[in-house]
């Protein structure tokens, strides 16, 4: 019998990459959603408003760590998003790559955020939790998508 | 029939390679997601090492200079008053700098206060001290009045409330004064330590705390209003919330 040189994830099942990209196709759409309204209402001179009251995210709207050079976050979140929306959206291995790098980047700094949040910043905003899971779920969707399906015909 | 198994054969030997090239793609690309990952890594550790160690916009014992900054940018002050000159409505703030209670106002009622009614205009802050809590209070609020001779007074009050020490405890020396001025972005030092030491200076501080005996005022922090809504100044006691500060300007206005 042929050694089989293929690389397969054993003793699991990944969905169908169909499945994938559509959750992801949503998950993208509501990470916009959410950074958007982040960013119009930073833009106002205001902060956004937390749902269970509390002024957790006003005092991380008026912290330092909210802009990156002179830019607000949010706004990068959003340009994030659109291409987690986009690489969700296309087929082939080139959308993979993409799709996997820019949500490990994302993932990478709402960790870095998540922890300014509770060591630095000593508060937390709901509206940068949201954002947080959203890219862990974006992370988790296309790294399935990038080990179960990279390298295979589209 | 020999032609057609050579056919067939060669088929199967292409597709044996072209799946080879794929397993070979698949493995490459893998290889570049895990180099990735292992890069993420070590940049969010790094950031995070960074940012642990990093001074917070100027003075490494400071809390949160580049937080008040932030929050008051734009902003225009005069002395103690924060906001436009021009506001029809002013909101007196009678506060100690040594109050914890002032410090948990500062940073949970004052910033929302100062964003919905100051920044857009309709009402003015005007800091006044009110010295209960020991003597050092006493060139504290001098400290904040000099520094908001150079522009810098409402910086040196939250400055002041982010980094405050025990009550009384001895902690309010020229050292953590000037430490706090300088977070505070006072440029002249050497002028700031002139005015905070002067006569009329911490004569002020006992004129403001008169004045709020006269007000019946029995604690820190305490507000009133005054506006063409209120015959003087209107004492409104410690309003727990920033909502009823924001709803006795508007009624003031």
Partial sequence: MAEDRSITVPAMRLPAEGTLRMIATFVAAFGIGVATYITIADSGGGAPVCLAGGSGCQTVASS??????????????????????????LRGDAARMVGFGVSLVGFGYSVYLTYLELFKIEAICQWCVASAALMTILFCLNALRMIGYVGKPA | MSGRSSREAREARLQAESE??????????????????????????ILIVVSSNETSGGDANLED?????H????????????????????????????????????????????????????????????TIISQESIPAGAAAIAAGEQGRGWNFIELFYRNQGPEASGYVSDEFLTEIARGAGVKDIAAWNRARKSAALLAEVKATTAEAQ?????????????????????TLGTPGEASLLEEAIGEAG
Avoid: W
């Avoid at chain 1, 330092?64 to 959206?89: D, E, P």
């Avoid at chain 2, 200079?65 to 900054?69: A, I, K, M, P, W």
């Avoid at chain 2, 506060?95 to 857009?120: H, M, N, T």
């Fill in chain 1, 64 to 89: 330092t760590y909210s802009h990156l050079f002179g830019i607000n976050i949010a706004v990068f979140g959003i340009v994030g998003y659109v291409l987690l929306l986009a690489a969700a959206l």
């Fill in chain 2, 71 to 130: 929050q008051l940018s734009g902003i225009p002050q005069k002395g103690l008053v924060l906001g436009d000159p021009k506001a029809k409505v002013t909101l007196y703030e009678f506060g100690d700098l040594q109050c914890p209670v002032c410090k948990a106002f500062s940073e949970q009622i004052i910033p929302d206060v100062i964003d919905s009614k100051v920044r857009s205009g309709e009402a003015k802050l005007d800091f006044r001290n009110y």
């Fill in chain 2, 65 to 69: 200079v580049g937080l008040v900054r």
């Fill in chain 2, 20 to 45: 080879g090239a794929q397993q070979e793609r698949r493995k490459r690309l893998l290889q570049i997601g895990s180099a990735a990952v292992f890069l993420a890594i070590a940049g969010v550790a």
């Fill in chain 2, 214 to 234: 006269r007000l019946d005022f029995t604690g820190t922090p305490s507000f009133a209003v005054e506006g063409p809504g209120t015959s003087g100044k209107e």
